[in-house]
T-cell receptor, first 111, second 114 residues
């Protein structure tokens, strides 16, 4: 069964303290792995799509990487406005419809 | 604003009542998805449309739930005889499905069943 596990569930960092969020996945052939940001009471905001192992994508202070079993979202020198829940999701090669989400990592950046 | 829009943003209803939510996708997107999200969980897939055709429904979508997308434009999600367990955020997303399904989400409709 396709599955996504994110860790840690919650993370508190000081402003400027870099860290990484983990997304482990099990899928029968990966079509794509997605990262989203979600602020309280709002819909998820698309960040990145990764397609194959070794691929990396960057946006401002965020960099997403992908291996055959997991993805990391690296946050460099975070600011308080980076505080949000970060969701990881996967889409299987043989299923061009359903996307399976993890439970997310709640990130809180202290000023 | 050319993003996904959802109405209403909040709905409070009494148990047993029917409710209907609307989603307007990004205009050039042919795929439209409905998800449900409860506190502390990621979005859970409910159903999806390609143009006007409903192609898949999750086991989570009981007989009390029905979705339509007439003419392949906006979509509605109706819940009949609401139960307290239906309280959740209902999210709509749309995509073009070019390579992988980069889905763009609306702000959601928060349903509270009392």
């Amino acid at each position: 069964e396709d599955q996504v596990t994110q860790s840690p569930e919650a993370l508190r960092l000081q402003e400027g303290e870099s860290s990484s969020l983990n997304c482990s996945y099990t899928v029968s052939g990966l079509r794509g792995l997605f990262w989203y940001r979600q602020d309280p009471g709002k819909g998820p905001e698309f960040l990145f799509t990764l397609y194959s192992a070794g691929e990396e994508k960057e946006k401002e202070r965020l960099k997403a990487t992908l291996t055959k079993k997991e993805s990391f979202l690296h946050i460099t020198a975070p600011k308080p406005e980076d505080s949000a829940t970060y969701l990881c999701a996967v889409q299987a090669m043989n299923r061009d419809d359903k996307i399976i989400f993890g439970k997310g990592t709640r990130l809180h950046i202290l000023p | 604003d050319t993003g996904v829009s959802q109405n209403p943003r909040h709905k409070i209803t009494k148990r047993g009542q029917n409710v209907t939510f609307r989603c307007d996708p990004i205009s050039e997107h042919n795929r439209l998805y409905w998800y449900r999200q409860t506190l502390g969980q990621g979005p859970e897939f409910l159903t999806y449309f390609q143009n006007e055709a409903q192609l898949e429904k999750s086991r989570l979508l009981s007989d009390r739930f029905s979705a339509e997308r007439p003419k392949g434009s906006f979509s509605t999600l109706e819940i009949q005889r609401t139960e307290q367990g239906d309280s959740a955020m209902y999210l709509c997303a749309s995509s073009r499905a070019v390579r992988a399904d980069e889905q763009y989400f609306g702000p959601g409709t928060r349903l509270t069943v009392t």
